[in-house]
């Protein structure tokens, strides 16, 4: 079993930046990719950025050249989302997610919220 805890989120007006969070507890040694995925009132669930046990990322066409998204390398159980010039657009509630090898399996953190004011 793996526990996930964002932290970071909050209000911000449109221009500025935020830093979420993600730890990882319980057995990390088996995560491979982390993601942080969002969702906004009356949209589907959709992935912002991920990145896989090696360090190669992806992100949304959307985020793109704002969001970085990176990893704790020695530990292997934190995961952020620094996110610049915020846009209205980008408020949602923001998951992180991981999934594990050898045993498949995923998991959610509770969300945190992120509000862009404009």
């Known amino acids: 079993q793996v526990r996930l805890v964002e932290s970071g989120g909050g209000l911000v007006q449109a221009g500025g930046s935020l830093k979420l969070s993600c730890r990882a507890s319980g057995r990390t040694f088996e995560i491979n990719t982390m993601a942080w995925y969002r969702q906004a009132p009356g949209k589907e669930r959709e992935l912002v950025a991920q990145?896989?046990?090696?360090?190669?990322?992806?992100y949304a066409a959307s985020v793109k050249d704002r969001f970085t998204i990176s990893r704790n390398d020695y530990t292997k159980n934190w995961v952020y989302l620094q996110m610049n010039s915020l846009k209205p657009e980008d408020t949602a509630v923001y998951y992180c997610n991981a999934d594990t090898r050898p045993v498949r399996a995923n998991y959610w953190g509770q969300g945190t919220q992120v509000t862009v004011s404009s």
């Open positions: 990145i896989s046990s090696g360090g190669s990322t992806e």
